[in-house]
């Protein structure tokens, strides 16, 4: 309450409308004539009412030492207020009703008006849509900055939130940078473009265009940040240039866009050839990663099948191409390796260039087998000699009709030898063996020998020295390093069987 000096003291007070409205005051005309403002107690409390308004409002204890400049309790008090303190109010409803009340040693305004600001903190999380009643003054719908009804879940009741009163149409809106850019991302521009700006970050400022509910963020030329999902949702998260959208992309000016996108947990990469501003892009995936870590090329999912390049997470690399070569290796300026294979960090191999020559180092030809059993048998070990039965190879997921299986060798001289084997296939379901047919090894001999040897097999799984230098259908193939051992030894040699 206020004291109205026209009223309280009559005839003792000067008329200055346009200064005092509510009068003010007049000294007397001569001392002691009584025509003069009374110096009174109902004036001074008046005086000392509104001091400690601010005070308590502002939550200051006077301390008992008179006000001066720079050190004023009650600047700072109206300081604290017009910062915020004044705006606060508390939250007395319930879901979807936000009632506000003045907070303890606060005051509220008694009438709505344009511009009326207010802060709260919701005490529930709404599940519809949400009305306001400020201080009793009536229930009136709680909006968006736009205009729409705010998001289910959009309230949070560990956030402050900024509303302001329109009188046309006679609500209030959430109006807060929050509250504009959470609610935009949330609830989106509703389905047409829009080029309203917003909120400016960039040279460009802010640009909400909207397809389909996409709420864009634009950063400075045409770079675009948008989300396309509803609150709470994991997916579509887009960093785009040029092109604006989401289930449906548009040019924000004449050329080509891209767009990379985060969507749960995978990665992906769009582009659009050039266009002219406003039309519909034609927004390719070109690239993508998923949520095991493989990274695609050319193809939305793992399969060989498809025409396109998958570096695995675990190392694996598969290249397909349509109707041509899938890896072109080209060395530059000089000779030397085009590829080296490598196990345990050791270079085991290479395919090198020379000229017009192309070497496979070092080359042994080998290929898959069987035994009848379809087994495997540790008794097989490396470079014994090995030859084919007549029986094929069987897998169940492929065609063959080439590749038999094999024994052990067990005639002396044997037409039918096969190779020497090397080991067991592990790397899949089936017990295949790696049998060696031609190029640098190593096979078990029984007896010494001298390079340039001939062999044939021994009919105990291990060769022998052949009886003369002619190459016959029989030759396993020929020693490369002598061995005096009469004994079981493992030679170098090459072999002639494949």
């Not at 306001?132 to 009136?140: E, F, I, K, P, R």
């Not at 492929?398 to 020497?420: A, M, P």
């Amino acid at each position: 309450m206020a004291i109205n000096p026209t009223t309280e003291f009559v005839g003792k007070i000067a008329s200055d409308p346009t200064n005092y409205p509510y009068g003010k005051a007049k000294n007397v005309t001569t001392p002691g004539d009584g025509t003069g403002t009374p110096w009174i107690a109902s004036l001074l409390n008046d005086i000392f009412g509104f001091q400690q308004a601010l005070l308590k409002a502002a939550g200051i204890i006077p301390s008992g030492t008179p006000d001066k400049f720079g050190a004023s309790e009650y600047m700072q008090s109206v300081i604290a207020l017009a910062s915020g303190r004044a705006m606060r109010y508390d939250d007395t409803g319930a879901v979807n009703a936000v009632v506000l009340t003045a907070r303890t040693n606060q005051q509220s305004v008694s009438n709505l008006f344009d511009g009326l600001t207010v802060q709260f903190i919701p005490v529930i999380t709404n599940t519809g849509a949400v009305t306001l009643d400020y201080n009793a003054t009536g229930v009136l719908n709680l909006k968006n900055v736009q205009g729409d009804d705010i998001d289910v879940g959009f309230l949070d009741p560990t956030l402050i939130y900024t509303s302001v009163y329109h009188s046309t149409p006679g609500e209030w809106r959430l109006s807060t940078l929050m509250d504009v850019w959470s609610d935009v991302i949330r609830s989106g521009f509703g389905g047409s473009v829009n080029t309203t700006p917003m909120v400016r970050i960039g040279s460009q400022g802010f640009n909400p265009y909207s397809v389909g509910g996409v709420a864009t963020l634009q950063l400075g030329g045409n770079g675009i940040l948008s989300s396309d999902d509803s609150v709470g949702s994991s997916n579509h998260v887009n960093l785009s240039q040029n092109l604006t959208g989401g289930s449906i992309w548009y040019h924000l000016s004449t050329g080509a866009g891209s767009v990379y996108r985060q969507d749960s947990g995978r990665h992906i990469w769009f582009t659009s050839p050039s266009k002219s501003a406003g039309s519909s892009a034609t927004a390719t995936e070109i690239m993508r990663t998923d949520t095991n870590g493989n990274l695609l090329m050319g193809k939305t999912s793992i399969n060989a099948a498809v025409a396109g390049v998958e570096l695995g997470g675990d190392g694996r690399s598969i290249f397909s191409r349509n109707v041509a070569t899938p890896i072109y290796v080209n060395r530059i300026t000089s000779d030397g390796n085009l590829i080296e294979l490598a196990q345990d960090n050791t270079i085991e191999g290479s395919i090198s260039v020379s000229g017009t020559i192309v070497s496979y180092n070092s080359f042994c030809g080998g290929h898959w087998s069987q035994l009848t059993t379809n087994t495997t048998d540790e008794t097989f070990t490396k470079g014994m000699v090995v030859e084919t039965i007549d029986e094929m190879c069987e897998w169940a997921d492929e065609d063959n009709d080439q590749l038999v299986r094999f024994k052990k060798s067990d005639t002396v001289g044997s037409k039918r030898v096969y190779g020497i084997f090397s080991n067991w296939d592990m790397d899949d379901d089936y017990d295949d063996a790696i049998i060696h047919a031609i190029g640098a090894t190593q096979i078990l001999i029984t007896g010494s020998c001298e390079g340039g040897d001939l062999l044939e097999s021994n009919g105990d799984g291990t060769a022998r020295v052949q009886a003369d230098d002619l190459i016959r259908s029989s030759t396993i193939g020929k020693v490369t390093m002598g061995d005096s051992d009469v004994s079981v030894t493992l030679v170098p040699c090459v072999l002639y069987c494949g």
